[in-house]
């Protein structure tokens, strides 16, 4: 069956410019999670939503991030003046009940953002 | 707050050597513990879990046991292939989050 899945897989671009990460969980899967990757540091939490809402959003750096999942399917991380710092794997990963159920995550394969 | 330390990579061995990679964890309360696998070119993958103290929790031949005494959860295969080559995350879960460690290089050659 079809599993997380993450566009762009690559994307280069300017410091200062919007980018746009999807993420498309998978079917029935009422939790998803942003987390983002630096070269050699594990996962770093972002924002979670449960159904069409940010149930948690801590883990945002700063107001140039942003994310929406308006129907409770699909979601998109938006960022804004992007500097260099942002360059990282960007990972979503859905859920069915969230980690308060059997606590199982499933990864995209992940976003490569880099900021020249 | 919560956290994971897990011991640096890369952890490098020949096939069919004991494997131990350890991980500790800093937490109010009782998290559930988790070990995630990256294998090359794929997302992440839950590898095992356990939920509560003295659990252990084990798939394809690997274990990691829930030692509240001493905040541990270390991983351990008895005879590692060429195909566990992965990099290997720790986590706990933190009311609806998952946090991770900063991850185990893990290399095995024939």
């Not at chain 1, 079917?27 to 990757?37: E, V």
Request: aromatic fraction near 12%; glycine fraction near 12%; charge should be negative.
């Amino acid at each position: 069956g079809a599993g997380v899945s993450q566009t762009p897989s690559n994307k280069v671009t300017e410091k200062g410019k919007y980018v746009e990460l999807r993420c498309d969980p998978i079917s029935g899967h009422t939790a998803l999670y942003w987390y983002r990757q630096s070269l050699g540091q594990g996962p770093e939490f972002l924002i979670y939503f449960q159904g069409t809402g940010a149930a948690d959003d801590s883990g945002l750096p700063n107001d140039r991030f942003f994310a929406v999942r308006p129907e409770g399917s699909v979601s998109t991380l938006k960022i804004q003046r992007t500097e260099r710092g942002d360059s990282a794997v960007y990972l979503c990963a859905s859920s069915l009940t969230g980690t308060r159920g059997s606590g199982e995550l499933f990864f995209g394969e992940g976003s490569r953002l880099t900021v020249l | 707050g919560n956290s994971v330390t897990q011991m640096e990579g890369p952890v490098t061995l020949s096939e069919e050597a004991f494997l131990t990679i350890n991980c500790t964890y800093t937490a109010t309360g009782y998290p559930s513990l988790f070990w995630y696998v990256q294998y090359p070119g794929e997302g992440l993958q839950l590898l095992l879990k356990a939920t509560k103290a003295d659990d252990k929790g084990s798939n394809k031949g690997f274990e990691a046991t829930y030692r509240k005494e001493t905040t541990s959860f270390h991983l351990e295969k008895g005879s590692v292939q060429v195909s566990d080559s992965a990099v290997y995350f720790c986590a706990l879960s933190d009311t609806d989050k998952l946090i991770f460690g900063t991850g185990t290089r893990l290399q095995v050659f024939p």
